[in-house]
């Protein structure tokens, strides 16, 4: 079982267990919650800014919340702070600090949290005029003695990419940007990634890459990767003095995939992250079977020293997935979830709930080292329907957990990412004993979740699936 960091509040009022791991909200939450993780900064308007961490076991969302007047509660999620990026202990942050931050990156600040048990910190970023980036561009990086990059690589051509990178002082003054531009010197047709295909002919339509995710694997030359979640990872060590674009494919795409290929949005049926010791990349890939799915998951041990490193892990069928009997505390809300409104009639201990109903996508996999569990989100098809996230292991096959997400994610979109950042809060007390994830209505900053107790569940899981789903990132 993961170690667990129990989090008091700085004025001594209740305690809650973190996991060494957890599920981060993309999207930050306004209000005033303190505890032993605030940090405190000033906006580039001069604003006074807190940031605290609330931390949740997963499948249960942690977020982080704001507070300042540069932070109004925003009409939607797009004006919303947001996660960007994580290392270690570190979190890039973007906040919105005029109304068109939504649109335009020049008019949020970037923070750069650090998670600490005794001071945590708030560096505001100085501005990269005149380039600016999209989220999917950025990534933060731990450079150990407390110093940190955060660099991002902008496509300018079919194979030429301007890197930026912005590194911190030592003395805790405000760093510099530098820029450089990089090329891939082969071509096209020669690049390992593009095998005779239809997914090959359209990708040559849109670019050869297009980075939907950044993944940080470290090191003394600090190494990044920008992934093109179809076709593959553009590597570069950020901190050399020449750095280089190193190519690597992606496991083969199925030809089930070819028809998603420029209408889906890849996040809805793939990930992939470096895990909390910095030794393997782990991958996963969604295949849809007419009423199902199929994941499997592929691993590639750090340093990346091959471009057919990849490892097959294992593999399952969703209509496969056990629901333990352990997990039957869970029967109100996966009642709640398929039928969409809170009927208590149905709750008979006997009854037999189908799973057919649910979309299920957005796979999320954990950061946790060696294992192969995946974050799901599902939502039933009912006006009611809330949207849920379920913790499923695919080694086994099996449902690990369930739980609702916070009221405000009311569409079927990408909401959180797996991290590591809760491992680095050591407050006093520790516990190696958190049990079965339990089910919690919502995201709390310092406060105990409520347990369903329930009596015998049987559950049999079918999925339904969308025939083509759109750009929803």
């Not at 004006?79 to 979190?91: H, N």
């Not at 931050?101 to 008019?107: A, R």
């Not at 030592?170 to 690049?191: A, F, Q, R």
């Not at 895990?275 to 393997?280: G, L, N, W, Y």
Request: proline fraction near 6%; include cysteine; charged fraction near 20%.
């Amino acid at each position: 079982m993961a170690t667990a960091a129990v989090l008091a509040s700085r004025e001594g009022k209740g305690r809650h267990y973190i996991p060494s791991s957890v599920i981060l909200d993309l999207f930050g939450q306004i209000g005033p919650s303190r505890n032993a993780t605030t940090a405190t900064s000033k906006t580039s308007t001069g604003l006074p800014i807190a940031v605290t961490f609330c931390a949740a076991r997963p499948p249960v969302l942690s977020h982080f919340s704001f507070s300042s007047a540069a932070c109004p509660e925003p009409e939607g999620l797009s004006l919303a702070p947001k996660v960007i990026s994580a290392d270690a202990d570190l979190v890039l942050l973007r906040v919105p600090v005029q109304p068109f931050g939504e649109s335009n990156p020049m008019f949020s600040d970037y923070f750069v949290y650090r998670a600490h048990s005794q001071i945590p910190k708030l560096d505001l970023l100085p501005k990269s005029a005149p380039y600016y980036f999209g989220d999917k561009e950025i990534a933060i990086l731990s450079c150990g003695d407390g110093k940190y990059a955060v660099a991002a690589l902008q496509t300018l051509g079919m194979c030429t990419f301007k890197l930026h990178v912005y590194r911190s002082r030592p003395d805790g003054k405000p760093g510099s940007w530098t820029s450089k531009l990089l090329d891939i010197e082969l071509n096209v047709k020669e690049l390992p990634r593009d095998n005779s295909s239809s997914i090959s002919l359209a990708s040559q339509m849109l670019s050869y890459h297009r980075t939907t995710k950044v993944i940080t694997l470290g090191g003394a030359k600090g190494t990044v990767g920008w992934v093109d979640l179809w076709r593959g990872i553009l590597l570069c060590d950020v901190l050399e003095i020449s750095p280089t674009l190193r190519d690597v494919p992606l496991p083969s795409v199925s030809k089930s995939d070819w028809r998603l290929f420029l209408d889906c949005c890849p996040y809805y049926l793939r990930d992939i992250i470096v895990d909390q010791s910095k030794s393997t990349i782990k991958y996963v890939k969604m295949n849809l079977h007419g009423g199902a799915w199929r994941a499997t998951t592929w691993s590639m041990p750090i340093p990346v020293t091959s471009l057919n490193g990849w490892q097959f892990r294992c593999s399952a069928l969703s209509t496969e997935i056990d629901i333990p009997a352990d997990l039957k505390r869970h029967y109100k809300l996966l009642h709640k979830l398929m039928s969409g409104s809170a009927n208590k009639e149905g709750s008979a201990a006997e009854e037999v709930l189908s799973l057919e109903s649910l979309r299920m996508a957005y796979p999320t996999l954990s950061v946790t080292d060696g294992d192969d569990i995946v974050y799901l989100l599902a939502k039933g098809t009912g006006m009611r329907a809330m949207p849920t996230v379920f913790s499923v292991d695919l080694s086994m096959p099996t449902l690990r957990g369930v739980a609702k997400l916070p009221k405000r994610h009311l569409g079927f979109m990408r909401y959180f990412l797996a991290s590591g950042i809760s491992k680095h809060i050591r407050t006093p007390g520790t516990s190696d004993s958190l049990g079965q994830t339990e089910v919690q209505d919502t995201n709390t900053c310092g406060q105990e979740a409520k347990v369903t107790p329930l009596s015998k569940l049987r559950c049999k899981m079918r999925i339904l699936v969308i025939e083509k789903v759109g750009l929803l990132d």
